[in-house]
Every structure is written in C-alpha cells, then in structure tokens.
C-alpha cells in the first residue's frame, strides 16, 4: 500500500485524503500520517484553506476494532492522546478546514469532522458517534459536540450511539450543506472559493478568534476581538476592502505572505 495520507496542492488550497479505502479505518499509522500533513500545512503560510476527505465509500468509519480489541489501561491512554493530538492538530490549523463527508463518518472519523470549521456531506453520508455500543464513551473532540446541535440532540447521540443521515445532519446545524454524491465536489469548491475571495490575513485573524472563543468566557472572547481588529490594521486589508467598496469594485488582496 501506498502512503495513509495524500495531500494535493490545488493553488492556495490543500486537499488532504485519507487513503485506506475502502472505510480508511484509523490506526497508528493513519493517525501519525494525518498529524504529520497537518504540521506541515499548519508550518506553510502560502495554504489558505484546507480540504479533507476519504477515498472510497467513507470519511472514515472510525478505529479500527482490531487496534482496540488488545488495549489496556496504559496502551489506551497513550493511543487516545495520539489520536487527541492529530485530531487537535486539524481543530487548530491557522486557516480554514473543509470536512468533505462522502460517506460513513463515524466515532472517531466523526470528531475529526467535527474538528474542522464546515462540513460538506453527501446525501448518503452517516455520521454518529457509536462507541456506546462497543462499551466505550465517545471522547476527545465529542466535547464539541453539544455547542454545535444543542446538548438534547447531543445526548441522544451520545448515548445511544444511533447515527444520522445527511439530511437530519443539514437539519440540526450539523454539516453547513447535504447535497447529491455527484454535486459534492462543486459545493466543497463553492464554500472554498468564497473563502479565498476574502482578505488571507482576515480569514486567518478570524479562524484564530473562532478556536479561542470555543475556550474561553465572553467578556475574554471580546477582548480577543479587540486585539484582533486593532492587529487587522497591521496588513493593507482593511484599506484596500474599504477602498474597493467606496470604488464599487471587487478587492484585490494579495497573498498571506
């Protein structure tokens, strides 16, 4: 087999795909592989969206069993911080992140997609969280979870490790567009387009702002909101968008660099 993860450069956007077709079931290797494209991308200030994926009929469908089946107190704990890190590794990334759900997005592979910032699914798509029904809880980055579909949803899922199709997902607020297989692609371009024609340094001033009001109170958050307007002005961006509007014409942002 080739490489867990494959990582294609489309201009400024970085398509990440996990290659273990056909469920890309996590393990070790996948796990390690995915953290290491992560750290890489994070490190390029040239990549301004990112955009992850499955090949074959899944997301990911979440561990597989076979690494779980031999784990004790110990190798558990050391398997699930790795697994925390890369999936951290994605929730952290200095520019926006894309989930493209072309299929099953299950337990693990589902926190991975609740880690980046949209989710694109396929109508066939089922995401849940099933971990109950093999006699463990749904951890790590389950916790974001209930800000995004309400703590009553969240608790259904959580407890009784029951999945949702795309369309409920698009219902609750859980994935930003549920749409035919064949139109998947065009609707992952059109949210990444309209990213990019948005100011670079604005867009990742805003994911940074975004990540620190998930960890923080209110009157904190503002704050960061302040600084982050103030340090806005530190680019060319907020002249030149507000010049193209006075001008009525569409801004021209250079690059993040």
């Known amino acids: 087999m080739g490489e867990p993860v494959t990582v294609e450069r489309r201009g400024d ?19 390690a592989a995915l953290h290491a494209a992560f750290t890489r991308l994070t490190a390029d200030p040239t990549v301004r969206v990112a955009v992850l994926t499955g090949r074959g009929r899944a997301f990911t469908a ?29 929730h952290h990334a200095p520019f926006p992140t894309v989930a493209r759900v072309n299929g099953f997005c299950l337990g693990a592979g589902f926190e991975l997609a609740l880690a980046c910032d949209m989710r694109v699914a396929a109508d066939s798509a089922r995401l ?20 995004l579909v309400g703590p009553g949803r969240a608790a259904e899922m959580l407890l009784t490790g029951e999945a949702v199709d795309a369309a409920q997902a698009a219902a609750w607020g859980l994935v930003n567009r549920a749409v ?30 975004m990540v620190r009001w998930r960890y923080t109170d209110l009157a904190t958050a503002v704050e960061y909101g302040v600084n982050a307007f103030a340090s806005a002005y530190g680019s060319s961006e907020p002249r030149e968008g507000a010049r193209a509007f006075l001008e009525k014409r569409a801004p021209r942002f250079g690059s993040t660099t």
């Not at 004790?72 to 994605?90: E, N, P, Q, R, T």
């Not at 849940?128 to 800000?147: C, D, F, H, T």
């Open 13 to 31: 956007v970085a398509w990440c795909t996990l290659d273990r077709p056909p469920l890309n079931l996590l393990d070790p290797e996948l796990i």
């Open 62 to 90: 979440g561990m597989n069993v076979h690494v779980l089946h031999d784990l004790d107190v110990a190798s558990a704990k050391g398997l699930i911080a790795s697994l925390h890190a890369m999936i951290a590794s994605v």
């Open 128 to 147: 849940g969280l099933p971990e109950v029904r093999v006699g463990l809880p749904s951890v790590i980055e389950a916790a974001l979870l209930p800000a």
């Open 180 to 209: 035919p297989a064949a139109d998947l692609d065009a609707a992952v371009s059109e949210i990444v387009d309209r990213i990019l024609a948005c100011g670079p340094a604005a867009v990742r001033l805003q994911k940074e702002l």
